[in-house]
Every structure is written in C-alpha cells, then in structure tokens.
C-alpha cells in the first residue's frame, strides 16, 4: 500500500472536480465518499442534491474564522492511498477505516475534536483521494510535519492487518518518483517512459564513460541532452540541469532537471566524489607513498571485457571481506558496469542489460557511506568497457561479454546478499531483480560460444574425454555424475584439455574454481567452471580453430594479471540461475 502526500494547493473546488470527475483518461468511476471528518458530510457523487460546491464550502468553513492576513496561501492537503496490484479488492468500509487512520496518523485529524476537516473520495477500486483544509477547528494549524513518513508507517502497520502485499520500508535514498502529471505526458507524447527516468538513465551512462568533468558534460551532450550549468561569479561550475530537446511546458520550453533532483548521487558534487583518488593513491601521486601501477591501454572490446571481469572479481573479494564503507562504493561503482555494459552491449542482450542497469540502480545507494576512490578498479573498467567500443557479439568479443555478463551477475547477487544483511529491503530486491535480467542477457551471450566449446569437447578423442571424466570424479566425486550429464560438460571436457595444453595442472585450478563459490545450486555447474578455469588460465573465452586461427575472426589478446582467490565466500554463485 502506497500512500501519498501531494504538493499543497490553494483550490479546494478545482480538487473537487477532478476528483469527481471522469478523469484525464476516463478512468474514474463511481466517485464517491467512503469516509469525512464528522461521518456525515453530504456526498455530491451519490447525492444528486449536494454539489462539489456544497462539499467545498464545508471542508473550507474553517478559514472564516481566520482574519485574511492569517489564512494560508496554501490551504489545501491532498494525500492518495493506493493497493498493490495483486491486493484484494477493499470494501468502502475497509477505506473509510484507512482513510480515518491515515489522517490521524498524519496529524490531519489527530482525534482531539478540533482537527481539520476532511473527506476521502473513491473513485477506483485499488486506491482513494484524501483531501483536507490546513486549519483546525480552534483556528489552530494542524501538525502535519513529515506526514509522508506517518502516513508510510502507519500503511506498513495496515498492509500487516488486512493481510495485504507488503512493501518494502524505504531509508530515503530512492530517486525521486515521476509525478503523476510526468507519467501522463509520458502516455500522451508516445514516451516510453517519463522524461525524468529518461533522464536520469542517460546521465547515469554518462558518468560511466567519464574520467573527468569536462568529459561528463561532453558525454551528455552527445547524448543529445540540453544541459545549463549554475556557474558561481568565480567562474566555477556549481551545478547542472539537464533536459530533453522534445520535453516542452505550455510555453514551449525545455523542462530542464537538476542533477540532485533525477537521483540522490547525480548532484554535481556526489559527481565528483567519484574521481576523487583514495588517501594511498593521491600519496603515492605525490611521491609519499608506494608507486601505483599504471594501468595498461584497452585494446579493444574483448580485452576490456576480460579486465572487467578481473575488476569484478576483486569487487566481490571487497564486498565480501571488507568494511562497509568501501563495500557500499564497491556496489555504487557495479552500477557503473551496469550501464557500460548497457551501453555497448550487442543487440541480443542490448534488452536485458539496459532493464539490469535501471533496477540495479536503487541498489547503487544505502544510507551507508561509500569511502570514495577504493572502487577506481571497477570505475576504470567501466570507462574501458565505454571507450573500447561497442560489443559484436560474436566470436571471442562475444565469449568475453559472456564471461563478463556471468562474473557481473556474480555481483548483482553478492549486493543483494551484502544489502539483506542491512535489512536494506528495497535496494536488496533490487540487486537481486537486476540478477535476474543478467541470468536472461547470459543466457543469450552464451549460447553461441558454449555450442563452439562444446562442439570442440565432442570431438576430443574417447581416451582424452574419459581422462577428463576421471579427473572430474578425482576432484569433485559429490557433483561428477550431475556435471557429466550436464549438456555443458562437453564444453568443460574441451576447457580442460585447453588448460593441460597451456601448461597448467587441470586438478589444481579445477579444485581451486569448485572452491570459490558454492555449486550445488547452479543449473549448470560446467558453466560456471568452464568461465572460471578459461579466467585463471588466462585462457581465450572462445579458443582458436584446428587451423590455428582464432575462431571466428577474433585475435589473442594479452594475458591479465594472476588473480588471488578466496576459498570460500558467503555468496550464493548461482541461486536462482539458468
């Protein structure tokens, strides 16, 4: 159950008749009273004799006892209430009982004889409309401070009564929700989504590609956004708006945000906290501290892809073992990856991907804070990812995405695990619906190079696959029987051999990738250990053909740095996966 408090107005009557009315799209039926302050207020929807004027003139009595000087410019409360979708329908009687708690929860009506006046109107089956003047009975004003969150309370107290869906309780660090009014003219301009969502999606991928300031405002201008920075007489840039060409008012002007307003972390300042190096690095860019590596170029989609993946995995060893601030960052920068990935992903997971990085981002922010700078890894390869170029989808570039996409899902479900311990409801839920869209765009990444892997596992000789099978029932005797009749196994077969050819020991790094993270809930556990011995042998995700070329097209790229991994973790590898 949702409740609502709206933008306070001065138009009692102008309220009423939209109420009353058949709505912007007919959608109001039935408008009637279920509920007012005294129980007897006359009902201008059942009552033919009563008009919306009548119903005015009652709620807004009050304001005559108040000199002109003392009346407020905004007298008018208005307070929604809205089920879940898969809630019973209520009855008028169920209603009027909520409508009575909300206005006393909210100190509308806190019970003491003098509240103010009010009425709740129902004009659907799933929600009503409360409306009510902002002076008592005494002439006093109400105390309504922070009604919005009474009213959140007092519904989680209801939804627990009734036996209705339960939403998950907020810590105020949501974006802002599109209004009504946004989500309408989204309907009627043929928008997908309202403007502000729009917005802060295509902001959101521009701080992903982006190093620096410059470079920010470069990327959102060409993403086709108007952009107005508040600029300081020093000269310094202070904040910013951004609008979308074809988002006009009634005057036929552009309908500019400010960056604060589309999400919490989109103010300039929370920008810039991003590129901000930690305390070690700025030492060391000084020369009071150890020299950092530098950090070798992309060379292209898959090699950047592969560092990706090796960034994410540090990320979870961080979100995992670390302290809370720098796991918060951790998470905040895994968006970031998100909407890179969204950004260059190839058409067939293009979907999934974008939907990953739109949920994902109520999980990017908690109210714990993010220790900037630890997470420059994870926000370097989001960069890669951007400035390597789109993905082809195909060949090693596409076995690299699948790798990636495979290692990111990893992650999606550590913050949503990271979060559960929290008890931060919403940004849990989140993560782990974001898993879900990864799950979907993995299994369409990896349907071409797993057929290439597994049909090179089928033509390895009998004597090599049955050596391959009895180094799988050696290792991991509890799981060898379900992986072999696994419709992967031949793909792992082909990866085994790959890494006793590279010079490595198979029983070693299959020991040490059956270590890192549980498999007994995987539906396809040759999967995950095909990606993760391909990423510690520094293996090709997509080997070359019989000829010696690599397959498809796709080039060697250099090896990525060894990788130290953990024993065990608390993270489920693959609950709910394929």
Same mark, same amino acid.
């Given at each position: ?326 796991? *918060? $960052?951790?998470?905040?920068? =895994?968006? #970031?990856? !998100?909407? +890179?990935?969204?950004?260059?992903? /190839? &058409? ?79 940004? *849990? $839920?989140?993560?782990?619906? =974001?898993? #879900?869209? !990864?799950? +979907?765009?993995?299994?369409?990444? /990896? &349907? ?131």
């Amino acid at each position: 159950m949702i409740p609502r408090i709206h933008q306070q107005g001065s138009n009692t009557l102008g309220l009423l008749r939209y109420l009353y009315g058949k709505g912007t799209h007919e959608e109001h039926i039935d408008p009637h009273l279920v509920a007012s302050f005294d129980g007897m207020a006359a009902d201008p929807g059942r009552d033919p004799a009563v008009t919306k004027k009548d119903l005015q003139h009652l709620l807004d009595q009050p304001l005559s006892l108040l000199d002109a000087d003392r009346r407020p410019d905004k007298h008018v409360w208005h307070c929604s209430v809205r089920a879940a979708p898969d809630d019973p329908i209520l009855s008028d009687e169920q209603w009027g009982d909520i409508a009575r708690r909300m206005v006393a929860a909210t100190g509308i009506d806190p019970g003491d004889g003098a509240g103010c006046r009010w009425a709740a109107v129902r004009h659907a089956d799933d929600h009503i409309h409360i409306i009510a003047t902002l002076v008592r009975e005494d002439g006093r004003r109400p105390d309504h401070h922070r009604s919005g969150k009474r009213a959140q309370a007092k519904c989680r107290l209801i939804e627990k009564e009734l036996g209705l869906h339960q939403v998950a309780p907020g810590d105020g660090t949501a974006a802002k929700r599109a209004t009504s009014a946004e989500r309408h003219k989204a309907e009627r301009t043929g928008r997908g989504r309202p403007a502000r969502e729009e917005l802060r999606e295509t902001v959101r991928r521009a701080v992903a590609g982006a190093t620096s300031e410059g470079e920010f405002f470069d990327q959102l201008a060409s993403a086709g956004l108007l952009i107005r920075k508040r600029v300081a007489p020093s000269g310094d840039v202070l904040g910013y708006k951004v609008a979308l060409p074809d988002d006009r008012n009634g005057d036929k002007e552009p309908v500019f945000y400010a960056g604060s307003t589309l999400a919490p972390d989109l103010s300039l300042p929370r920008i810039r906290e991003r590129w901000a190096l930690p305390a070690e690095a700025a030492a060391s860019a000084d020369g009071s501290g150890p020299e950092q590596p530098a950090l070798p170029d992309v060379t292209g989609p898959a090699f950047a892809r592969r560092r990706a993946t090796a960034a994410t995995w540090q990320a979870l060893l961080i979100i995992d073992y670390g302290d809370d601030g720098t796991a *918060a $960052a951790q998470i905040a920068a =895994a968006g #970031e990856i !998100l909407d +890179a990935l969204a950004k260059t992903s /190839a &058409a067939h997971t293009r979907k999934e991907l974008r939907e990953a990085a739109f949920v994902f981002e109520r999980a990017s922010r908690s109210r714990v804070r993010a220790v900037r700078g630890h997470e420059r890894a994870l926000r370097q390869a989001a960069c890669d990812l951007v400035h390597s170029g789109p993905a082809l989808g195909r060949g090693e570039d596409g076995a690299t995405a699948a790798m990636l996409i495979d290692m990111v899902f990893f992650l999606a479900i550590a913050a949503a695990n990271w979060h559960a311990k929290k008890e931060h409801v919403q940004q *849990a $839920a989140a993560a782990q619906q =974001a898993a #879900e869209h !990864l799950r +979907a765009a993995y299994e369409s990444a /990896a &349907a071409q190079p797993m057929a290439v892997l597994r049909q090179r596992g089928q033509r390895l000789a009998p004597r090599v696959r049955q050596r391959h099978a009895d180094l799988l029932q050696q290792v991991l005797p509890e799981l060898a029987e379900r992986i072999r009749a696994e419709a992967g196994w031949a793909a792992l077969a082909s990866t085994l051999d790959d890494v006793r050819k590279a010079g490595h020991d198979p029983a070693v790094l299959l020991a040490d990738a059956a270590r890192r993270r549980e498999l007994d809930t995987a539906d396809s556990i040759s999967d995950v250990l095909v990606w993760r011995l391909r990423r510690s042998a520094h293996l090709l995700a997509l080997p070359p053909s019989p000829d010696g070329t690599a397959t498809m097209g796709t080039r060697r790229t250099a090896p990525l740095a060894p990788v130290t991994q953990p024993a065990t973790s608390a993270v489920n590898d693959h609950s709910r996966r394929r």
